[in-house]
């Protein structure tokens, strides 16, 4: 198989970022301390990828392409470590505190989840 053909089957090599959008992106990451997935996921449709993993995919090759240095997993862990509201305010079965991260929009991880869930009526 030619290397030309190799190359079409692959797809595009381009990105559908302009400059200013990867420079928007970059400090999203850096600033609002976004992760690149939650960058992608807002705004994949926009900027016309098919997917928040295509999006997601494309933003690390283009980081890395114009040296934007990522934020590495144990800065990512860090920074979800500090951010006290995000952490489930249940406690373990010895009475500490859970260290879990809460789900979205809710105070507690999956774990204690079904306690902040009321009753059903019958």
């Not at 400090?27 to 301390?33: F, I």
Request: aromatic fraction near 10%.
């Amino acid at each position: 198989m030619s290397s030309e053909r190799w190359k079409l089957r692959r797809g595009p090599t381009h990105a559908l970022l302009s400059p200013e959008q990867l420079r928007a992106a970059h400090l999203l990451h850096e600033r609002a301390r976004l992760s690149i997935p939650e960058i992608a996921r807002r705004g994949y449709e926009q900027w016309g990828y098919s997917s928040a993993h295509s999006a997601t995919v494309a933003l690390y090759r283009l980081f890395q392409r114009y040296d934007y240095q990522p934020r590495s997993r144990a800065a990512a862990n860090r920074l979800l470590a500090a951010n006290k509201a995000r952490r489930c305010q249940g406690e373990t079965i010895y009475g500490r505190p859970c260290r879990r991260s809460a789900m979205i929009g809710s105070r507690f991880c999956p774990y204690h989840g079904a306690e902040e869930a009321e009753p059903v009526a019958r």
